[in-house]
């Protein structure tokens, strides 16, 4: 049987986002098949060795908040100093009690399983992004290199 | 529950650690040995059930007792 083939394009950079590209691409990993993130734009945060990303209930009404707060500060509340900081730490608390893995633990494990990381060049150089701040193992290329394993694979998936 | 010749408890943890802790133990393994997984994640029924299919290693006991789902799992 020929190896399955899975290919993800991270375009977020946001707490919650990271999850999708990293819980998919271990999972199939595990399941046995080659596959490789193209990390564009915001995605390509979630590269960085020290990570410091963080969920915003702005311009999300489809997020649950603790304790009803979503009662009690509307809108406009939700953009007072201090507010991100606070949701991003309270989510981080949850999914400690509830099990679920750190981002920097899911993408090591990507990695030990040969996940391969890409980074769009692009966006590195538009953003004036340090290499040096990346994890180690991550290459470098641009949409023609993304379609060359995404044109054969069985899965793709942009995130 | 049958012999097994390895224990892997992902008690507490969820998707997608179960899998990924009972695959990572299954490398260290020899074919034909079987492991023993105890999860507490409800989702992780259905997902060893998919994880054997896709992955060709059989799972052998799949059940729910005291609060807690066990699988056996014998590698291919």
């Known amino acids: 049987m020929?190896?399955?083939k899975l290919a993800i394009i991270a375009?977020?950079?946001s707490l919650d986002w990271a999850y999708p590209p990293f819980i998919l691409a271990s999972t199939a990993a595990a399941l046995g098949y080659e596959v490789q993130i193209f990390?564009?734009?915001y995605g390509l945060q979630l590269l960085k060795k020290d990570l410091s990303l963080e969920v915003t209930p702005l311009g999300n009404p489809g997020m649950p908040m603790p304790m009803g707060m979503d009662k009690w500060f509307p809108v406009l509340g939700l953009t007072l100093p201090g507010m991100q900081g606070m949701m991003t730490s309270m989510m981080k608390a949850k999914m400690k009690k509830k099990g679920v893995a750190s981002i920097e633990d899911l993408r090591e494990l990507c990695q030990e399983a040969e996940v391969k990381f890409i980074a769009c060049q692009m966006t590195v150089d538009l953003f004036e992004l340090n290499p040096a701040e990346f994890i180690d193992g991550v290459e470098y290329a641009g949409a023609a290199a993304f379609f060359e394993f995404a044109g054969e694979s069985d899965?793709?998936?942009?995130? | 529950m049958a012999a097994f010749d390895q224990e892997l408890d992902a008690s507490g943890?969820?998707?997608p650690l179960p899998i990924l802790r009972a695959k990572k133990t299954l490398n260290s393994m020899a074919s034909g040995q079987v492991l023993h997984i105890i999860a507490t994640d409800p989702g992780s029924v259905k997902d060893f059930d998919a994880?054997?299919?896709?992955t060709g290693n059989e799972l052998m006991e799949s059940k729910e007792e005291g609060g807690k789902f066990h699988f056996l799992i014998k590698k291919a």
Not at chain 1, 155 to 159: E, M, S
Not at chain 2, 51 to 54: E, G, I
């Open chain 2, 13 to 15: 943890l969820n998707c």
């Open chain 1, 11 to 13: 375009t977020k950079g």
């Open chain 1, 39 to 41: 990390f564009t734009f």
């Open chain 1, 2 to 4: 020929e190896q399955k």
């Open chain 1, 155 to 159: 899965i793709c998936l942009y995130i």
């Open chain 2, 51 to 54: 994880f054997a299919k896709q």
